[in-house]
């Protein structure tokens, strides 16, 4: 059976070190002073000056948190708004290996998706890209795998097997063509 997995976003943070300080710390630590300050109104640098970082930007968390909390939260709600932070949803090993799909939902919209293969051994596709190890039909699939990423986040649409009418006829895409349909009709995922 094919299985999800939900986290926090800080668990998906390197465990790099600055200064002293570890990345997921810093994330640690902004989360305890935003719930601290209970902010209902934009935010400068003046009210963050006794926020010490070292990894994020100021001025990039100031204009994250002051874009939303101008937004009109009940308008701005994705249709993707049920999908837990950081999840990923994995099928079943079948003909040597396993999509694995990563989303980064916002309450606004679909931010980020990333897809890969792993094969029955426990090797990604990526890491083949990466390393130069990886065949003209692994380079096309991964290829077409972005292609297909980014169509997602582009157009906010899990459904898309028709968009892609050439890749729709292939087995190897009639699988993952599945997989991401299973984000619009908001299925229970169980391990």
Known sequence: MADSMSSYPNL???HKIKNGIMEKDEI???QNFFNEKQFNKQISKEDLKDLSLEFIDKDLLISMFNEMIVQDYQSNISKYGYLSEGEYRKDDLANGYKYQISVIPFRTGI??????IISENGKYLSDLIDNNKATSKQT??????????KYIVENQL???SEKFPSLNQIDDYKRLFKLLKT??????WNE
């Not at 931010?111 to 890969?116: A, C, F, Q, R």
């Not at 290829?143 to 297909?148: D, L």
Request: no cysteine; aromatic share 20%; net charge negative.
């Open 12 to 14: 998906y943070v390197s």
């Open 28 to 30: 640690d630590e902004i």
């Open 111 to 116: 931010l980020y998706v990333y897809i890969d």
């Open 140 to 149: 096309e699939m991964y290829n077409n795998i972005q292609k297909i990423s």
């Open 158 to 160: 899990f459904d898309i």
């Open 183 to 188: 984000y619009d009709s908001n299925t229970e």
